[in-house]
C-alpha cells in the first residue's frame, strides 16, 4: 500500500509525489510524475501500478524499497566474500563450505546456490 508521505519514483526513474491515495473509483492513486518543466497527472491501482496486472515503466517504486533491496544486496556481496575467503583458505569442499555458510548465514540459501550456479565456484 502507499501512503501520501511515501517518497516514490517511477520505474524509469522519474520523481514523482503521491497527491491522493482515496481517489473513488478503480485508481485510487493519484500522483504527479516530474517531467523537469512540468508535471503530469497519473492514476494508479492501490498497488501503485499503472496497469493492474503487469508492470510498466510508469509504476511508482518506494524510494524505501530500493534502498531496502540496495542494502540487502551489499550485504549479500559481503557475505559471498566471506564465503570465497573460507573456501579459498581452507581445505573444504564446496559442500562443507556451503554448510558452514549456511549454518552462519541462515536463510542465504538461494543466494548461495545462484552464486555457485553463476560460475563461482
Do not use: W
Not at 5 to 23: L, S
Not at 45 to 58: F, T, V
Amino acid at each position: 500500500m502507499f501512503d501520501i508521505n511515501d517518497k516514490v519514483i517511477t520505474r524509469n526513474y522519474k520523481k514523482a509525489r503521491i497527491i491522493c491515495t482515496d481517489y473513488k473509483g478503480i485508481y485510487p492513486i493519484i500522483a504527479l510524475i516530474n517531467y523537469g518543466d512540468h508535471e503530469v497527472v497519473f492514476y494508479y491501482h492501490e498497488n501503485g501500478k499503472i496497469l493492474k496486472d503487469a508492470d510498466s515503466e510508469y509504476d511508482l517504486i518506494k524510494v524505501s524499497e530500493i534502498q531496502r533491496k540496495l542494502k540487502e544486496k551489499h550485504e549479500l556481496e559481503r557475505d559471498m566474500d566471506r564465503f570465497m575467503g573460507l573456501l579459498l583458505n581452507s581445505n573444504h569442499t564446496i559442500e562443507q563450505c556451503r554448510k558452514i555458510f549456511l549454518g552462519t548465514y541462515k536463510g542465504k540459501e538461494q543466494y548461495f546456490d545462484q552464486y555457485i550456479d553463476e560460475g563461482h565456484e
